[in-house]
Nanobody
């Protein structure tokens, strides 16, 4: 089992930046890929960015490409999401997710490919 705890959310003006963190606990050695998802009011959960944990390859949704950066610190078992040039439409609850199944496509932003989820951290961007 893997437990995930997000932090770093808050309220920021449009154009500002935030960095989210996701600390992983438990059988972290088994993690194959991790990702950030978000869910805005009245919207479906959306994949934002994913990372292949053994090698560090990354992928992003078109809506955040060039503004957000996903990264990891293996020594700290922590995943990050650096968010720059934030827009009001980025307002959402942000979730960290992980999975250990090596047969799943690491680059997928489909929530079905992730078993472990954090509780989420709220990001609010004001205009």
């Amino acid at each position: 089992q893997v437990q995930l705890v997000e932090s770093g959310g808050g309220s920021v003006q449009a154009g500002g930046s935030l960095r989210l963190s996701c600390a992983a606990f438990g059988y972290t050695y088994s993690i194959y890929h991790m990702a950030w998802f978000r869910q805005g009011p009245g919207k479906e959960r959306e994949g934002v960015a994913a990372i292949y944990t053994p090698g560090g390859s990354t992928t992003y949704s078109d809506s955040v490409k060039g503004r957000f950066t996903i990264s990891q610190d293996n020594a700290k078992n922590t995943l990050y999401l650096q968010m720059n040039s934030l827009k009001p439409e980025d307002t959402a609850m942000y979730y960290c997710a992980a999975d250990s199944r090596t047969y799943t496509p690491w680059h997928s932003l489909n929530p079905e490919y992730f078993t472990f989820w954090g509780q989420g951290t709220q990001v609010t961007v004001t205009s």
